[in-house]
Nanobody, 119 residues
Framework: QVQLVESGGGLVQAGGSLRLSCAASGRGISIDTMVWYRQAPGDQRNLVARISRSGITNYADSVKGRFTISRDNAKNTVYLQMNSLKPEDTAVYYC?????????????WGRGTQVTVSS
């Protein structure tokens, strides 16, 4: 059974930093393209950052220059370093990824981790 588990969320003051982690687990897996999304109350789920298997990254305009996505393929883990946090970054952050297992590719979601930025 493949699982994506996020960690690292919490409460931080505006201007502070947090580092989110998303660890993929399962027998014989490897991670392909991985994506961080976020969803604020009453809002839709929006893409924050994406990283390909080769390390090519894309960011939402709202986080460019403040957030950095990275990955450790050996650990099947993706990270989101969030700096200069703003109250509008408050949301549940979800990890999404394409996971390779037994020669196949399937998409999975984590359960999310809450990030709250106080002003």
């Amino acid at each position: 059974q493949v699982q994506l588990v996020e960690s690292g969320g919490g409460l931080v003051q505006a201007g502070g930093s947090l580092r989110l982690s998303c660890a993929a687990s399962g027998r014989g897996i490897s991670i392909d393209t991985m994506v961080w999304y976020r969803q604020a109350p009453g809002d839709q789920r929006n893409l924050v950052a994406r990283i390909s298997r080769s390390g090519i990254t894309n960011y939402a305009d709202s986080v460019k220059g403040r957030f950095t996505i990275s990955r450790d393929n050996a650990k099947n883990t993706v990270y989101l370093q969030m700096n200069s946090l703003k109250p509008e970054d408050t949301a549940v952050y979800y990890c999404n990824g394409n996971i390779i297992q037994n020669g196949g590719l399937r998409n999975y979601w984590g359960r999310g981790t809450q990030v709250t930025v106080s002003s």
